[in-house]
């Protein structure tokens, strides 16, 4: 009783409800796939290039989001509370701000008529505007996840290098950085899982050309609409996606910072 609480039991329909209403169109999807034509349609060369193309930029977008994510994590970590909350609703912006919106505020800013135009930078409807897509999408789960890392774990054992005479680089690399590793770990994944799915941000700001712009989540819409991949391919894509989101929330699961805190204290 005292693990179930006292919760009317009545309760327990709509919960069951609502996690038939998330499990039953996964499942739907899943029934959709043609297992004997699976490989086939994963390894089309319009499905391939939509992979590799939603997997390298993934993959430079989360590179990007680790160069200025970490630094704006700790900014925000060891900023005063005040300051910390409006920089942390500024990274927050993104996560709530639908996508297409995104994508049309970095074409406002690196458009020919934007802000950025007058350099002459051909930066949208190009590969590199997908990544900057992605960066702007992905890079909060990182700032958010790592900040918070960094901010349970406090600034003694910082204080207790300084004193040893350790300088500010060596307390960064082998104090900062592996005290918050399992934050900075959870965020790494999120932001790779959040910047292969990216869909909105990308359509507007990089356009949907196949083999230079159009990612897995472009080419899956395409498809439904009558062109680019075969149904099947997209049925194929939308489980590999799905696949890659299980994968991540498994990934998230087993390095959360309170497990790995714990087992620290333990030993």
């Given at each position: 009783?005292?693990?179930?609480?006292?919760?009317?039991?009545?309760?327990?329909?709509?919960?069951?409800?609502?996690?038939?209403?998330?499990?039953l169109?996964?499942?739907?999807?899943?029934?959709?796939?043609?297992?004997?034509?699976?490989?086939?349609d994963?390894?089309?060369?319009?499905?391939?290039?939509?992979?590799?193309?939603?997997?390298?930029?993934?993959?430079?977008?989360?590179?990007?989001c680790?160069?200025?994510?970490?630094?704006?994590?700790?900014?925000?970590?060891?900023?005063?509370?005040?300051?910390?909350?409006?920089?942390?609703?500024?990274?927050?912006?993104?996560?709530?701000?639908?996508?297409?919106?995104?994508?049309?505020?970095?074409?406002?800013?690196?458009?020919?008529?934007?802000?950025?135009?007058?350099?002459g930078?051909?930066?949208?409807?190009?590969?590199?505007?997908?990544?900057?897509?992605?960066?702007?999408?992905?890079?909060?789960?990182?700032?958010?996840?790592?900040?918070?890392?960094?901010?349970?774990?406090g600034?003694?054992?910082?204080?207790?290098?300084?004193?040893?005479?350790?300088?500010?680089?060596?307390?960064?690399?082998?104090?900062?950085?592996?005290?918050?590793?399992?934050?900075?770990?959870?965020?790494v994944?999120?932001?790779?899982?959040?910047?292969?799915?990216?869909?909105?941000?990308?359509?507007?700001?990089?356009?949907?050309?196949?083999?230079?712009t159009?990612?897995?989540?472009?080419?899956?819409?395409?498809?439904?609409?009558?062109?680019?991949?075969?149904?099947g391919?997209?049925?194929?894509?939308?489980?590999?996606?799905?696949?890659?989101?299980?994968?991540?929330?498994?990934?998230?699961?087993?390095?959360?910072?309170?497990?790995?805190?714990?087992?620290?204290?333990?030993?």
């Open positions: 009783m005292r693990r179930r609480g006292y919760a009317p039991p009545i309760l327990a329909l709509p919960a069951l409800i609502g996690l038939a209403f998330l499990v169109p996964l499942a739907a999807l899943v029934g959709r796939v043609q297992w004997g034509t699976l490989w086939a994963i390894t089309s060369p319009e499905a391939l290039d939509a992979l590799r193309l939603s997997v390298s930029t993934g993959l430079v977008a989360t590179v990007v680790l160069v200025l994510g970490v630094p704006l994590a700790l900014l925000i970590a060891r900023a005063p509370a005040r300051t910390a909350s409006v920089l942390r609703a500024v990274v927050t912006v993104p996560l709530v701000l639908p996508p297409m919106v995104g994508g049309l505020a970095l074409l406002f800013l690196f458009g020919r008529a934007g802000w950025l135009g007058w350099t930078w051909q930066i949208p409807f190009t590969t590199t505007a997908v990544v900057m897509a992605q960066t702007f999408v992905a890079l909060p789960f990182l700032v958010l996840a790592l900040e918070g890392a960094l901010r349970t774990s600034l003694d054992y910082e204080r207790t290098a300084a004193g040893l005479g350790a300088g500010r680089w060596t307390i960064f690399w082998r104090v900062t950085l592996p005290l918050a590793a399992p934050g900075l770990l959870s965020g994944i999120l932001c790779f899982a959040r910047a292969i799915g990216e869909f909105g941000a990308t359509a507007l700001f990089a356009g949907n050309a196949p083999g230079t159009q990612t897995m989540p472009l080419a899956i819409y395409t498809a439904f609409n009558g062109a680019g991949v075969s149904q391919a997209a049925v194929a894509l939308s489980l590999l996606l799905l696949v890659t989101a299980i994968a991540v929330l498994l990934l998230v699961r087993a390095w959360r910072p309170g497990q790995t805190v714990s087992a620290g204290v333990g030993r």
